[in-house]
């Protein structure tokens, strides 16, 4: 009765924090509501980063059969789930891609919940995931729009958690036949689980090692857990988990083996699991993502190795980050952080299966190294050794006066404090393209004709979405061939754009949607190619795709890392882009000051720290014509001044094709057709070749 | 468990306040502070009822 009566109370906190988490989440769509922009059709914009775009995506492929989506995708889980959610609720597509993410990540309250019941300390874990569901970088990456897979990558990597606490706390190895079966979900849902899960089990391996060498259940329950990570088919795992626990129960119950055989079994298995995640490639992306390389290599048709800049090394999300970072993203402040660790590790000395919980604080450390998208793991952690800290302390004055207050003043403001950025975060967030954008879109491509948009690969997945036209590189793909679009927008000669880019595409089009550049490389040679386009003398295939090319402001800030991708390794680059934004325009004193640069309008000279420069010419853009032009001298140094926002300054790249075309819609009319040209979108199409 | 309920509840008013006022700082801590203050009475009843029952 007892026993039926702390389940009860387990659920209602369950209920109660799941609400809360949904009702807070929520608030965004109510702040998009007041946003004309953000609407769109009758519904909120649903795509508000890239990847919600290729779930999206997926989901609309499914719907409609436009055929625009590559096959390589692997995670393909996400987007069925949409599907089906939109096929049998009648809801529209937008409207449950864009909630979808309040209904899946607040479930990570119910692991939290669970892994502080079963600590003793169920107080701690409702508190906790009160606070967890709306904190720091754990919201900033599962918020309405943000429909990627870590919005159940996070409550099922910890309910996976929760399955091997339990299994060590009542010894049962059902427990661990239920976590390898989400383990095998895990791994089917999200391709990079593997690597995490093979750390679970590591660390359950480094427990039973060391606390538990004598319990025989739990070496029984590591077999289990190893079972997910066999290099078999998914479907043979499961049988093999349905079969193999039964079995193991009976074996566990009438002691068969002795402990020393068990132990010596596990001390096995362990570096043999590591060897088979090494070589199945299970830890090939961890390891990308810690050893970025510098450059794709490539070989040639003429024997030369080609090399082309990598691209991890200049995605944002996947770059190390600095310890104030960490900070900042796992736990919002430093106390908090400081707080949560001597309170982690106070719990994992007082209560040994709370070892386990050290993983997911020791991946949110390796985000310094490995990119600021780890330090959601440490999240929850960090709020549980928090609260754990102030729970202890309570205890210990539990007779005295308001000692209560000890445990739920901070627990409150702690939710408070959470509740405070994520409102400050909403009101910075905005979708991916707005509702001008998304009109452009719809209107201009989502022509009858096949074709493709040439674009930097940050505008794939969501414009697989909006458009049912393919793009060369997506937010996937974006290796070889970002060398094609690259070398399209810093190229000067706009006849060679159009035969460079109708080879190219055509070329890419046979091949689709695998690289293109080496396989031509190899095939005809990439300075032949390149030559030959240059001079005329390449036979440029015949045209059987539309050939789009969309741009907005979102570009401008990635100019300089493109311009990076638009050389071969080998080549000197031809000159240098950069961009600042605007902190203030005096026309009156002939000064305009950005962050890091300031501009004396009267003489044409740029200021960057105590360097200064001449400027040749400096423009002044509203967005869609040039206002005004200041001209000082026959310098290549261009400077523009972009909606009174941003300044890009470049060198010999003002005759480029991004540069003619995104600020001064001038491209040959012999070879390109201005689709559209507004403050919030450029849309063009090659025609001349 | 009063305490969760409780808290819980004092929290979602603020946000329905916050909602409603669009002044979501004042609110959110404002709810947290009636919500120690209740802790601070319960506290007080509970060591009164103590207090008689010895």
């Known amino acids: 009765?007892?026993?039926?009566?702390?389940?009860?109370?387990?659920?209602i906190y369950i209920v109660l924090a799941y609400f809360f988490a949904l009702f807070f989440r929520f608030f965004l769509y109510f702040l998009a509501l007041k946003h004309p922009e953000f609407q769109f059709g009758g519904h909120i914009i649903s795509i508000w980063t890239a990847d919600a775009g290729l779930h999206a995506s997926i989901a609309k492929e499914l719907l409609t059969h436009r055929g625009n989506i590559p096959h390589y995708i692997s995670d393909t889980l996400l987007g069925n789930i949409l599907y089906l959610l939109t096929k049998y609720t009648h809801l529209p597509l937008d409207s449950v891609v864009f909630t979808a993410p309040a209904f899946f990540a607040s479930l990570i309250v119910v692991p939290i919940i669970l892994i502080g019941y079963e600590l003793g300390l169920l107080q701690v874990g409702f508190w906790s995931a009160l606070a967890a569901s709306v904190a720091m970088n754990y919201y900033f990456?599962?918020?309405?729009?943000?429909?990627?897979?870590?919005?159940?990558?996070?409550?099922l990597f910890f309910t996976i958690l929760y399955t091997y606490i339990v299994t060590i706390k009542r010894k049962n190895i059902l427990f661990a036949a239920a976590g390898a079966v989400l383990i095998l979900f895990f791994h089917l849902f999200y391709h990079s689980a593997k690597p995490l899960t093979f750390g679970l089990l590591l660390f359950y391996g480094i427990y039973i090692l060391l606390f538990a060498r004598k319990e025989s259940v739990l070496f029984y329950a590591f077999l289990i857990y190893a079972l997910p990570l066999l290099p078999i088919k998914p479907l043979y795992i499961l049988l093999a988990i349905f079969a193999i626990t039964p079995l193991l129960i009976v074996i566990a119950k009438r002691r068969v083996l002795r402990v020393q055989w068990l132990l010596l079994v596990v001390a096995l298995l362990l570096p043999v699991s590591g060897y088979i995640a090494y070589k199945k490639g299970y830890l090939q992306r961890a390891i990308t993502y810690i050893q970025k390389s510098k450059e794709y290599s490539f070989k040639d048709k003429s024997g030369e190795i080609i090399s082309l800049q990598s691209t991890l090394k200049t995605v944002a999300e996947a770059t190390g980050i600095s310890w104030k970072q960490l900070v900042?993203?796992?736990?919002?402040?430093?106390?908090?952080?400081?707080?949560?660790?001597?309170?982690?590790?106070?719990?994992?000395?007082?209560?040994?299966?709370?070892?386990?919980?050290?993983?997911p604080y020791i991946i949110g450390i390796i985000s310094l190294k490995a990119g600021v998208r780890f330090t959601t793991f440490a999240v929850p952690i960090i709020i549980i050794g928090f609260l754990y800290l102030f729970y202890f302390l309570m205890k210990k004055i539990q007779e005295?006066?308001?000692?209560?207050?000890?445990?739920?003043?901070?627990?409150?403001?702690?939710?408070?404090?959470?509740?405070?950025?994520?409102?400050?975060?909403?009101?910075?967030?905005?979708?991916?393209?707005?509702?001008?954008?998304?009109?452009?879109?719809s209107k201009h491509l989502n022509t009858k004709e096949r074709g493709?948009?040439?674009?930097?690969?940050?505008?794939?997945?969501?414009?697989?979405?909006?458009?049912n036209k393919r793009t060369i590189i997506d937010n996937g793909k974006h290796h070889y061939d970002n060398y094609i679009v690259a070398k399209t927008l810093f190229s000067n000669n706009q006849e060679f754009v159009a035969r460079f880019d109708r080879f190219f595409i055509e070329e890419f089009d046979k091949r689709f949607p695998w690289p293109v550049i080496p396989y031509v490389a190899k095939r005809y040679g990439l300075h032949n190619i390149l030559q030959g386009l240059q001079d005329g003398t390449w036979r440029v295939p015949s045209r059987k795709n539309a050939i789009y090319y969309y741009f907005d402001d979102k570009i401008l800030t990635k100019l300089p890392v493109i311009e990076e991708f638009a050389f071969l390794s080998e080549e000197k680059k031809k000159g240098f882009v950069w961009i600042d934004r605007v902190r203030m325009i005096d026309m009156k004193k002939g000064v305009v000051q950005g962050e890091r640069v300031s501009i004396d309008l009267r003489n044409g000279i740029l200021q960057f720290g105590s360097q200064k420069d001449r400027i040749g010419k400096f423009y002044f853009s509203d967005g869609v014509k040039i206002s005004n032009t200041f001209y000082y001298r026959p310098d290549e140094y261009v400077l523009i001044l972009y909606k009174n926002k941003y300044i890009i300054g470049t060198y010999r790249y003002i005759n480029s094709f991004f540069f003619q075309s995104f600020f001064f819609n001038n491209l040959d009319k012999k070879f390109f057709q201005t689709i559209a040209f507004t403050e919030d979108a450029k849309i063009f199409k090659l025609i001349g070749e | 468990m009063r305490r969760e309920l409780i808290g819980v509840m004092f929290l979602m008013i603020g946000g329905i306040v916050a909602l409603w006022s669009e002044k979501f700082v004042p609110s959110v801590y404002g709810v947290v502070v009636f919500f120690i203050i209740f802790l601070f009475v319960d506290s007080f009843k509970k060591l009164k009822k103590d207090k008689k029952s010895l």
């Open chain 1, 328 to 359: 900042t993203y796992s736990s919002g402040s430093i106390i908090i952080f400081l707080l949560g660790t001597v309170g982690l590790l106070l719990l994992v000395w007082h209560r040994k299966e709370a070892f386990m919980l050290l993983l």
């Open chain 1, 141 to 155: 990456r599962t918020h309405l729009g943000y429909t990627d897979t870590d919005i159940l990558n996070f409550p």
């Open chain 1, 400 to 441: 005295k006066r308001f000692a209560t207050l000890l445990f739920y003043g901070p627990a409150a403001f702690l939710v408070a404090f959470y509740l405070q950025i994520m409102d400050v975060y909403n009101h910075m967030l905005s979708p991916f393209f707005n509702a001008k954008q998304v009109q452009l879109i």
């Open chain 1, 1 to 11: 009765m007892q026993m039926r009566n702390r389940a009860k109370i387990v659920f």
């Open chain 1, 452 to 467: 493709y948009i040439l674009t930097w690969w940050d505008y794939g997945w969501p414009l697989w979405y909006y458009s």
